[in-house]
Antibody, heavy 118, light 114 residues
Framework: QVQLVESGGGVVQPGRSLRLSCAAS????????IHWVRQAPGKGLEWVAV????????WYSDSVKGRFTISRDNSKRTVYLQMNSLRDEDTAVYYC???????????WGRGTLVTVSS | DIVMTQSPDSLAVSLGERATINCKSS????????????LAWYQQKPGQPPKLLIS???TRESGVPDRFSGSASGTDFALTISSLQAEDVAVYYC??????????FGGGTRVEIK
């Protein structure tokens, strides 16, 4: 069955870095774009970044552009989110989700919590 | 950026009654070549990730009860639960996937039992 499993979350001080992973199984990974979506405590959903199925295109929200980098390793069926210069407002549960081209997110992971605090 | 505006922020409905959630896009999300609205509805229960309920504004995903339905009129969209059940208590989000980046969500609507 389709599975997306996030890992790498934790508590980190402002200004530090963290790398999240999204491990996929149960589908043809190299055929899907993968998005990161975050949810601050008690808040709504905020789209963060996307990487195309082949890794050739990547886009970011304005709130993370220049600080976060998305990448993928299709041989490991994993997408990464490198988060640098973390701020208090980056505190959230980070979900990865898959997208077939120009379609909604049909599968989501369970999320990993990132807490930015001194 | 396309802004998605949901209303109301919350609503309380009696069991068995109808619940309607509205979502308005700031511009058309209808792709003329296929006549599809690029609008999805998600359900999120506490402690869980969002679950896709409806895509293309009105197409129910496999396994979603038929009491859930989606409709569209121009840039106005609605999710209707025809007969609210206890397990439908959740936050519901609309999302446009017509124009990315950025891909945008509505602010969410919390549905509770009256």
């Amino acid at each position: 069955q389709v599975q997306l499993v996030e890992s790498g979350g934790g508590v980190v001080q402002p200004g530090r870095s963290l790398r999240l992973s999204c491990a996929a199984s149960g589908f043809t990974f190299s055929s899907y774009g993968i998005h990161w979506v975050r949810q601050a405590p008690g808040k709504g959903l905020e789209w963060v970044a996307v990487i195309w199925y082949d890794g050739n295109k990547k886009w970011y929200s304005d709130s993370v552009k220049g600080r976060f980098t998305i990448s993928r390793d299709n041989s490991k069926r994993t997408v990464y989110l490198q988060m640098n210069s973390l701020r208090d407002e980056d505190t959230a549960v980070y979900y990865c989700a898959r997208e077939e081209v120009r379609s909604p997110f049909d599968y989501w992971g369970r999320g990993t919590l990132v807490t930015v605090s001194s | 950026d396309i802004v998605m505006t949901q209303s109301p922020d919350s609503l309380a409905v009696s069991l068995g009654e109808r619940a309607t959630i509205n979502c308005k896009s700031s511009q058309s999300i209808l792709y003329s070549s296929n006549n599809k609205n690029y609008l999805a509805w998600y359900q999120q229960k506490p402690g869980q990730p969002p679950k896709l309920l409806i895509s293309w504004a009105s197409t129910r995903e496999s396994g979603v009860p038929d009491r859930f339905s989606g409709s569209a009129s121009g840039t106005d969209f609605a999710l209707t639960i025809s007969s609210l059940q206890a397990e439908d208590v959740a936050v519901y989000y609309c999302q446009q996937y017509f124009s990315t980046p950025p891909l945008t969500f509505g602010g969410g609507t919390r549905v509770e039992i009256k």
